[in-house]
């Protein structure tokens, strides 16, 4: 088995997740009743991932796929709630248009489906509220959402300033693509990561803003973090972390979705939905929700 | 490691939110929770039916409590219970590490100064569990749980008689055979002492991957346990003197779980000598180490938890603002990356005297390469210069040690890397490394490097994150990968290229591209106040060609494409077709491949801007003594990237050589990495010091004066000079 020395935060949660299924074939010993993280693969040698194969083939199963995926407020930390409305999709997204505005829009072909689900920690004391949004998106192929990757890289090249709406623009971001076989932090087939700044007209001053974004064969999972104005740099941390963690959750509960069609269907008993729960749906909303950011 | 919770679970036990199962057993189900405060916990829920009986309550109660005061590092703490509660729960600190078990199963049995580190930090433990006035009753593999910085006791005498006791139709013995003492096996009651003769069980088993008594039916492990022999081959020295005192037969003649620090703390290897940086400590060894960090890993992963959860508890020191910037995925990387390779310890090395002559020790510069694909001719390159450097070493009169040359292939890969590394590490005459010569080789091995505290160098890599797994012996004397990209912008600049630029990152030549490209971008458009038309090609996809006509359709007059060689010439031969000849660039490490022969015509022009110098056309002292003796040994100019592999072999000689002690004798492996992160070394045409992370310092300077323009001319690269010409060193 291949090493694998290097981990972040989010792959983390994948192993996490994944430990359910051994999946190594040896036995360890294993302490019982303890407060041991104990039975989980000693490492993972293969990223998160979805295989084609296994991944949805029509709209109509990307969407069920996209609704069936369990994704809980506390996946990014405590206090989060869902925000109101708190879906938008599954079947527009939000593309970066060459003025540099951010606009929800019609899927295009090679998208079967894309569901933005949006989360707020209200602001308590002296801190303001922080904004998180997960957006997960079935491509048709992997090779699109290869593409989907790249074009993702390329907009903070291409706009130094992406606006969001008309008092709200993100700028300064910097980013990263790790694809798995790098050994450099990567948990999923690939995973992108920018951080930069969240300008809101108006402020005295910028708040953080991070942006995660992994690929899963032809599944890509994307998260916007606003943060609150004022954090100390330990508290953006912490947040930041949290948040990171709660999508590696959702990485794991796609890459668990792809071995659990893969084992029913091995096993001869194919089924069609994930094995998560459903979640409660509120119906979609067509606010023009920006780079997964949404408006206050 | 956990599952989620079911709908029967409660959704909060006490203050504590519950958020996964981490197991069940006859008892009751232990979950992970979070206390109000955010801090993680193992949560034990006894069912209402193990507590019907009120002598269990009792000493619940009253063990929850004693428990509460033991104060040692090495014990989780207890964080709350409830006795009185219909279903009674303990919850204690959550560790994220494997138990002992686990890691002797998955990798065999630790070291023994792994086993003295562990013997004499859970006696410590023991200590402050007696201390308190409990018996811990159940030392075992099962019960140790491995942290990054040291071993943590969890489980100690609470709530756990039901389910463990009933191992004997007596229902008398607590504990589990085969890490029980005699007259715990008797049914008689455990003490201070029964759980030292337990931890000499464990550190047995963690020394010879067998438990000392054997394995099997109870009751014949039992029956060992009182009259057989320990089982001890394989253990000797004072570990294997305090493991039979340990476990004696008789109580009285063990020691004191606190007197095992002072009979195992020799070597103890959990503080870096003077002067070193401060790290988490490297006790474990390299696979366990591994382990144990994937799970670190994991626990960061977990709702709330907080990212000091493996630092060491007395030097809990903050993580450097400069480093988290450095990363841009930020604080999770940075405390992934140092829980993984800081915890590296490379087994078994010996740091005695190198092999010696009669009159002059001799020691071995280990060069690390990949022969095979895209590394070839860096591998080629830096051979070549390092036998060159080490053949005028032991040509230099009055040297105070002979020097041989050890070259190990990695061919290339993660695992090829780790264990060249490793070979190199576990041969005490080497003393410092050459390489590797690719960045995810260097990724591999530099871990591997770190926990054997083996300075090593490479010219030929440029990322800026293997100081956070190896802060003390990695150096890079290449620029970095964003350095690169600033290169060409300056090159631009001083040279009136600036325009409306064109550039295509292809994701198939790896990060590097990225990390050049985008500060490439920003540079060009913020500094040279020019447009750029950036485009990021996807791998494995065939978009190159496309991307790079989308980019020319915008008008663009000058163009960059960074991506691997064969795209590259690609890209070259699509330009050309497209009648573009403004100034374009290839990435820095295509200098000395075989674009312009690739490429022909259509290369002809192609820029490459690179600390790399070719020395054979400068005219200084330096350069042409380099030449020459390169010359006379291979017969021919030197290889591209050869003068910048002969410089950090020089450095790192002159280095080592300062690092001898006065009377002689072998120094201290660290003492060169010390030594070398403060050096100022003149190479042939570049001044060599390294910034905060041990890389390359690119500044001003070594920028303009010491960053070379090549040129494709008549089908090979041409050096036309320093960026800013006229500074070139004399």
């Given at each position: 088995m291949g090493r694998r020395p290097v981990l972040s935060a989010a792959a983390v949660a994948l192993l996490l997740a994944g430990?359910?299924?051994?999946?190594?074939g040896n036995d360890r010993a294993t302490p019982k009743g303890t407060a041991s993280a104990s039975a989980s693969p000693s490492a993972s040698s293969r990223p998160y991932t979805l295989a084609e194969a296994v991944a949805p083939k029509t709209r109509a199963e990307a969407v069920a796929f996209l609704r069936g995926l369990t994704v809980q407020p506390d996946y990014f930390g405590t206090g989060y709630r869902r925000r109101d409305p708190y879906e938008l999709g599954p079947t527009s997204w939000a593309v970066l248009g060459a003025d540099c505005l951010w606009r929800r829009q019609a899927l295009p072909s090679t998208v079967l489906a894309s569901l933005t689900r949006s989360f707020v920690r209200p602001g308590s004391g002296g801190s303001g509220a922080v904004y998180v949004s997960l957006t997960v998106t079935v491509h048709t192929s992997t090779r699109q959402a290869r593409r989907d990757m790249a074009s993702s890289l390329e907009e903070p090249l291409r706009c130094p300033q992406e606006r969001l709406n008309a008092t709200d623009t993100v700028q300064d971001m910097t980013s990263r693509g790790d694809p798995?076989?790098?050994?450099?932090?990567?948990?999923?087939?690939d995973d992108l990561t920018e951080f930069g700044q969240y300008v809101v007209a108006g402020d005295a001053k910028p708040r953080r803003f991070d942006w995660y974004k992994h690929r899963l064969g032809p599944v890509t999972v994307a998260a916007t973090v606003r943060h609150a104005a004022g954090e100390s740099e330990q508290e953006q941390s912490t947040l930041t972390q949290d948040a990171l963690a709660g999508v590696g959750y959702v990485t794991a509960n796609v890459d668990r979705y792809g071995r659990d069609r893969a084992s029913a269907t091995s096993s001869a008993t194919p089924s069609a939905t994930p094995s998560a729960a459903p979640s409660t749906v509120p119906s979609a909303s067509p606010s023009t929700e920006v780079k997964g950011a949404g408006d206050e | 490691m956990s599952e989620a919770l079911r709908p029967?679970?409660?959704?909060?036990v006490g203050g504590f939110r519950l958020l996964r199962r981490l197991g069940a057993g006859g008892m009751g189900v232990v979950y992970l929770g979070r206390s109000e405060t955010g801090a993680l916990a193992a949560v034990k829920v006894i069912r209402a039916e193990g507590a019907a009986d009120d002598g269990f309550r009792a000493r619940f109660a009253r063990e929850a409590e004693l428990a509460a005061r033991v104060d040692s590092p090495w014990v989780v703490p207890v964080l709350g219970a409830d006795a009185t509660a219909r279903e009674p729960w303990l919850a204690t600190g959550f560790v994220a590490g494997p138990a002992l078990a686990e890691a002797v199963t998955a990798h065999g049995p630790l070291p023994p100064s792994a086993v003295r580190v562990l013997g004499s930090l859970l006696g410590e433990a023991l200590a402050g569990v007696h201390a308190a006035g409990l018996v811990h009753r159940d030392v075992k593999p099962g019960n140790v749980l491995l942290a990054v910085n040291g071993p943590r006791l969890i489980d100690f005498g609470i709530a756990r008689a039901a389910d463990d006791t009933a191992l004997t139709t007596s229902g008398m013995v607590v504990g589990t055979p085969g890490f029980l003492a005699p007259e715990q096996a008797r049914g008689e009651a455990a003490t201070a002492a029964s759980d030292v003769f337990a931890l000499g069980c464990v550190l047995a088993y963690a020394s010879t991957g067998r438990p000392p008594f054997g394995t099997g039916a109870t009751d014949a492990l039992l029956y060992r346990t009182v009259h057989d022999e320990p089982d001890l081959d394989g253990v000797t020295g004072a570990l294997r003197e305090t493991l039979d005192a340990c476990l004696a037969k008789d109580p009285a003649e063990r020691p004191g779980a606190g007197d095992l620090r002072l009979r195992l703390a020799e070597d103890f290897p959990l503080r870096p000598p003077a002067g070193a940086p401060e790290s988490p400590s490297a006790w474990l060894p390299d696979p366990v180490a591994r382990m144990v960090a994937v799970r670190s890993a994991e626990s960061l992963a977990l709702p709330d938890i907080e990212p000091t959860v493996v630092d060491d508890p007395g030097t809990g020191q903050p993580a450097r603002p400069s480093r988290r910037r450095l990363l841009l995925a930020g604080g999770a990387l940075l405390l992934a990356g140092g829980g993984t390779g800081a915890a590296l310890w490379a087994a078994g090395r010996d740091d005695g005297s190198g092999r010696s002559t009669a009159a002059r020790p001799s020691y071995l510069l280990g060069v690390q390469v990949t022969r095979s694909g895209a590394a070839a001719p860096l591998a080629r390159a830096c051979e070549r210069a390092a036998r060159l450097a080490v053949a005028q070493h032991n040509a230099t009169a009055g040297r105070t040690f002979d020097l041989g040359v050890r070259v190990v292939d990695d061919h290339g890969t993660v695992g090829g890397a780790t264990a060249a590394a490793h070979e190199l590490a576990a041969d005490s005459a080497v003393v410092a490394v050459l390489g590797p010569v690719t960045e995810l080789t260097l990724r591999a091995a530099s871990r591997v490097y770190a926990s054997a505290k083996l300075t090593h160098v490479t010219s030929t890599t440029g990322q800026n994150d293997y100081y956070v797994w190896s802060p003390t012996v990695t150096f890079q004397t290449g620029v970095g990968q964003q350095a690169a990209g600033t290169a060409i912008a300056l090159h631009a600049l001083v040279h009136g290229l600036t325009a409306p630029l064109g550039i295509v990152i292809d994701r198939s030549g790896g990060t590097v591209e990225l990390d050049q490209g985008s500060v490439l971008v920003t540079q060009w458009r913020g500094a040279l106040h020019s447009q750029v038309v950036p485009k990021v090609v996807a791998e494995d996809t065939d978009d190159a060609p496309a991307a790079v006509a989308a980019v020319l359709s915008r008008g663009v007059r000058d163009f960059a494409y960074l991506g691997p060689q064969e795209a590259t010439v690609r890209a070259a031969r699509q330009l050309s077709a497209a009648g573009f000849t403004g100034p374009r660039w290839m990435s820095h490490?295509?200098?000395?491949?075989d674009f312009p022969k690739l490429a022909g015509a259509a290369g002809e022009g192609w820029f490459v801007v690179t600390p790399?110098?070719?020395?054979?056309?400068?005219?200084t002292k330096a350069a042409e003594q380099f030449t020459a003796a390169w010359r006379k040994r291979y017969g021919g100019i030197p290889d591209p990237n050869g003068a910048e592999a002969y410089d950090s072999v020089r450095m790192v000689l002159r280095e080592f050589t300062r690092t001898v002690p006065s009377g002689g004798g072998r120094p201290d492996r660290l003492a060169l990495a010390l030594r070398l992160h403060k050096a100022t070394y003149q190479g042939i045409a570049r001044t060599y010091t390294f910034n905060q992370y041990n890389q390359f310092n690119a500044d001003a300077r070594t920028m303009g004066g010491e960053t070379f323009v090549h040129q494709v001319h008549d089908g090979r690269f041409r050096q036309v000079g320093p960026i800013l010409a006229g500074q070139t060193k004399g």
């Amino acid at each position: 088995m291949g090493r694998r020395p290097v981990l972040s935060a989010a792959a983390v949660a994948l192993l996490l997740a994944g430990c359910t299924h051994s999946g190594h074939g040896n036995d360890r010993a294993t302490p019982k009743g303890t407060a041991s993280a104990s039975a989980s693969p000693s490492a993972s040698s293969r990223p998160y991932t979805l295989a084609e194969a296994v991944a949805p083939k029509t709209r109509a199963e990307a969407v069920a796929f996209l609704r069936g995926l369990t994704v809980q407020p506390d996946y990014f930390g405590t206090g989060y709630r869902r925000r109101d409305p708190y879906e938008l999709g599954p079947t527009s997204w939000a593309v970066l248009g060459a003025d540099c505005l951010w606009r929800r829009q019609a899927l295009p072909s090679t998208v079967l489906a894309s569901l933005t689900r949006s989360f707020v920690r209200p602001g308590s004391g002296g801190s303001g509220a922080v904004y998180v949004s997960l957006t997960v998106t079935v491509h048709t192929s992997t090779r699109q959402a290869r593409r989907d990757m790249a074009s993702s890289l390329e907009e903070p090249l291409r706009c130094p300033q992406e606006r969001l709406n008309a008092t709200d623009t993100v700028q300064d971001m910097t980013s990263r693509g790790d694809p798995f076989g790098e050994l450099r932090n990567a948990t999923t087939d690939d995973d992108l990561t920018e951080f930069g700044q969240y300008v809101v007209a108006g402020d005295a001053k910028p708040r953080r803003f991070d942006w995660y974004k992994h690929r899963l064969g032809p599944v890509t999972v994307a998260a916007t973090v606003r943060h609150a104005a004022g954090e100390s740099e330990q508290e953006q941390s912490t947040l930041t972390q949290d948040a990171l963690a709660g999508v590696g959750y959702v990485t794991a509960n796609v890459d668990r979705y792809g071995r659990d069609r893969a084992s029913a269907t091995s096993s001869a008993t194919p089924s069609a939905t994930p094995s998560a729960a459903p979640s409660t749906v509120p119906s979609a909303s067509p606010s023009t929700e920006v780079k997964g950011a949404g408006d206050e | 490691m956990s599952e989620a919770l079911r709908p029967s679970d409660p959704s909060a036990v006490g203050g504590f939110r519950l958020l996964r199962r981490l197991g069940a057993g006859g008892m009751g189900v232990v979950y992970l929770g979070r206390s109000e405060t955010g801090a993680l916990a193992a949560v034990k829920v006894i069912r209402a039916e193990g507590a019907a009986d009120d002598g269990f309550r009792a000493r619940f109660a009253r063990e929850a409590e004693l428990a509460a005061r033991v104060d040692s590092p090495w014990v989780v703490p207890v964080l709350g219970a409830d006795a009185t509660a219909r279903e009674p729960w303990l919850a204690t600190g959550f560790v994220a590490g494997p138990a002992l078990a686990e890691a002797v199963t998955a990798h065999g049995p630790l070291p023994p100064s792994a086993v003295r580190v562990l013997g004499s930090l859970l006696g410590e433990a023991l200590a402050g569990v007696h201390a308190a006035g409990l018996v811990h009753r159940d030392v075992k593999p099962g019960n140790v749980l491995l942290a990054v910085n040291g071993p943590r006791l969890i489980d100690f005498g609470i709530a756990r008689a039901a389910d463990d006791t009933a191992l004997t139709t007596s229902g008398m013995v607590v504990g589990t055979p085969g890490f029980l003492a005699p007259e715990q096996a008797r049914g008689e009651a455990a003490t201070a002492a029964s759980d030292v003769f337990a931890l000499g069980c464990v550190l047995a088993y963690a020394s010879t991957g067998r438990p000392p008594f054997g394995t099997g039916a109870t009751d014949a492990l039992l029956y060992r346990t009182v009259h057989d022999e320990p089982d001890l081959d394989g253990v000797t020295g004072a570990l294997r003197e305090t493991l039979d005192a340990c476990l004696a037969k008789d109580p009285a003649e063990r020691p004191g779980a606190g007197d095992l620090r002072l009979r195992l703390a020799e070597d103890f290897p959990l503080r870096p000598p003077a002067g070193a940086p401060e790290s988490p400590s490297a006790w474990l060894p390299d696979p366990v180490a591994r382990m144990v960090a994937v799970r670190s890993a994991e626990s960061l992963a977990l709702p709330d938890i907080e990212p000091t959860v493996v630092d060491d508890p007395g030097t809990g020191q903050p993580a450097r603002p400069s480093r988290r910037r450095l990363l841009l995925a930020g604080g999770a990387l940075l405390l992934a990356g140092g829980g993984t390779g800081a915890a590296l310890w490379a087994a078994g090395r010996d740091d005695g005297s190198g092999r010696s002559t009669a009159a002059r020790p001799s020691y071995l510069l280990g060069v690390q390469v990949t022969r095979s694909g895209a590394a070839a001719p860096l591998a080629r390159a830096c051979e070549r210069a390092a036998r060159l450097a080490v053949a005028q070493h032991n040509a230099t009169a009055g040297r105070t040690f002979d020097l041989g040359v050890r070259v190990v292939d990695d061919h290339g890969t993660v695992g090829g890397a780790t264990a060249a590394a490793h070979e190199l590490a576990a041969d005490s005459a080497v003393v410092a490394v050459l390489g590797p010569v690719t960045e995810l080789t260097l990724r591999a091995a530099s871990r591997v490097y770190a926990s054997a505290k083996l300075t090593h160098v490479t010219s030929t890599t440029g990322q800026n994150d293997y100081y956070v797994w190896s802060p003390t012996v990695t150096f890079q004397t290449g620029v970095g990968q964003q350095a690169a990209g600033t290169a060409i912008a300056l090159h631009a600049l001083v040279h009136g290229l600036t325009a409306p630029l064109g550039i295509v990152i292809d994701r198939s030549g790896g990060t590097v591209e990225l990390d050049q490209g985008s500060v490439l971008v920003t540079q060009w458009r913020g500094a040279l106040h020019s447009q750029v038309v950036p485009k990021v090609v996807a791998e494995d996809t065939d978009d190159a060609p496309a991307a790079v006509a989308a980019v020319l359709s915008r008008g663009v007059r000058d163009f960059a494409y960074l991506g691997p060689q064969e795209a590259t010439v690609r890209a070259a031969r699509q330009l050309s077709a497209a009648g573009f000849t403004g100034p374009r660039w290839m990435s820095h490490l295509l200098y000395g491949s075989d674009f312009p022969k690739l490429a022909g015509a259509a290369g002809e022009g192609w820029f490459v801007v690179t600390p790399a110098v070719d020395a054979s056309v400068l005219r200084t002292k330096a350069a042409e003594q380099f030449t020459a003796a390169w010359r006379k040994r291979y017969g021919g100019i030197p290889d591209p990237n050869g003068a910048e592999a002969y410089d950090s072999v020089r450095m790192v000689l002159r280095e080592f050589t300062r690092t001898v002690p006065s009377g002689g004798g072998r120094p201290d492996r660290l003492a060169l990495a010390l030594r070398l992160h403060k050096a100022t070394y003149q190479g042939i045409a570049r001044t060599y010091t390294f910034n905060q992370y041990n890389q390359f310092n690119a500044d001003a300077r070594t920028m303009g004066g010491e960053t070379f323009v090549h040129q494709v001319h008549d089908g090979r690269f041409r050096q036309v000079g320093p960026i800013l010409a006229g500074q070139t060193k004399g």
